[in-house]
C-alpha cells in the first residue's frame, strides 16, 4: 500500500487503527529537526578567510601566533573531527560533534591552505550558515606553541562572544576531549577560570620543518652570509625590523636572523 493511505473509515463517522506500516511512512515523510545543519549530507554555504587579531586581543591572552604553518591536511581533518560540545536545556546534553563529515571535507582543505597564508597578525576565520541565511557556526582558529587552538563564537545559531560572562548562564560549551584543553585566564590572584568556548588541540605540536618564512625573509636570507658594508648591514637590521613591526616574522625569526647579520660585522 503506498504511503499516502495513511487511513481508512470502517463505517461512516468512525475511524479505524493505522496499520504499523502508514506509521512509519509518517517518519519517513516528516523530518527532523536534526537534519537542519547538514541536509542529504551537504555542508551549508560556508565562508573561511584571514582577518587581523586585534592588538589589545594578543596581548591580553599573551598569545604568540606561529604563522604562517603549513599543516598536514590530515591533522587538521583529525582536530576538527575531535572537537565537540554540549547544550543546555535544564541539563547539559550529549556530546555531539561541531563539525561534521560534510563541513569538514568542505572546510578542511581551505583552513589548510589559509594557516599557510596568514601572517603572525592573522588569525583563520570561518562561518557556516543555513539555506535561509542564518549562521549556525562561527569561529576561528590559530596555532601556537601550546597547540591547535579553535575558538567558537555562535553554535546552532546561539551566539556567545570569547571569554564572555552571561549572568544567565551558558546555553552551549566545548567539552574537552583526550589531549585536549579549555584556554584559561586568571582574573584574580589564585583564581583560574575556564573559556568554554576556547579550545586548544595540546597534540598539535610545532614542528620546525613545517614552519614557513616569509618570502621577505626567504629574500634577505637569499642576499648571502658574506660579509658586507656596514650601511648594507644597517638596510638588513631596519628591514628586518619592519617585517617584526608588521607581524610577517616571529620573534623567534627575528632574533635568529638578527644574529646572523650581526655576525657579519
Request: positive net charge; aromatic residues 8%.
Amino acid at each position: 500500500m503506498p504511503c499516502s493511505a495513511l487511513t481508512r473509515r470502517s463505517r461512516p463517522g468512525k475511524w479505524t487503527a493505522l496499520p504499523i506500516y502508514a506509521v512509519l511512512c509518517l517518519f519517513v515523510l516528516i523530518p527532523g529537526r536534526a537534519q537542519a545543519i547538514e541536509p542529504s549530507g551537504q555542508a551549508p554555504p560556508y565562508q573561511v578567510k584571514l582577518v587581523p587579531f586585534h592588538v589589545s586581543e594578543t596581548e591580553k591572552y599573551a598569545l604568540e601566533i606561529l604563522h604562517p604553518y603549513s599543516f598536514d591536511p590530515e591533522t587538521v581533518r583529525a582536530g576538527m573531527a575531535s572537537i565537540a560540545y554540549q547544550t543546555k536545556a535544564l541539563a547539559w546534553s550529549k556530546k555531539k560533534r561541531v563539525f561534521t563529515s560534510a563541513m569538514i571535507k568542505a572546510l578542511g582543505p581551505l583552513v589548510v591552505d589559509l594557516f599557510a597564508k596568514a601572517t603572525s597578525k592573522q588569525k583563520v576565520a570561518f562561518q557556516l550558515k543555513n539555506k535561509s541565511g542564518k549562521t549556525l557556526l562561527a569561529g576561528d582558529a590559530f596555532f601556537t606553541p601550546e597547540g591547535l587552538n579553535w575558538r567558537f563564537t555562535q553554535l546552532e545559531g546561539e551566539t556567545r562572544e570569547v571569554d564572555d560572562f552571561s549572568v544567565m548562564g551558558e546555553t552551549w560549551r566545548l567539552v574537552p576531549l583526550n589531549d585536549q584543553a579549555y584556554k584559561t585566564k586568571t582574573p584574580y590572584e589564585n583564581l583560574t577560570v575556564d573559556i568554554t568556548n576556547w579550545i586548544v588541540l595540546k597534540n598539535v605540536k610545532p614542528d620546525p620543518a613545517r614552519t614557513i618564512k616569509s618570502p621577505r625573509l626567504e629574500e634577505m636570507t637569499d642576499m648571502g652570509a658574506k660579509p658586507g658594508a656596514e650601511g648594507d648591514i644597517k638596510k638588513r637590521l631596519r628591514l628586518l625590523e619592519e617585517l617584526k613591526r608588521d607581524g610577517l616574522i616571529r620573534d623567534d625569526e627575528y632574533e635568529m636572523k638578527r644574529r646572523e647579520i650581526l655576525k657579519l660585522l
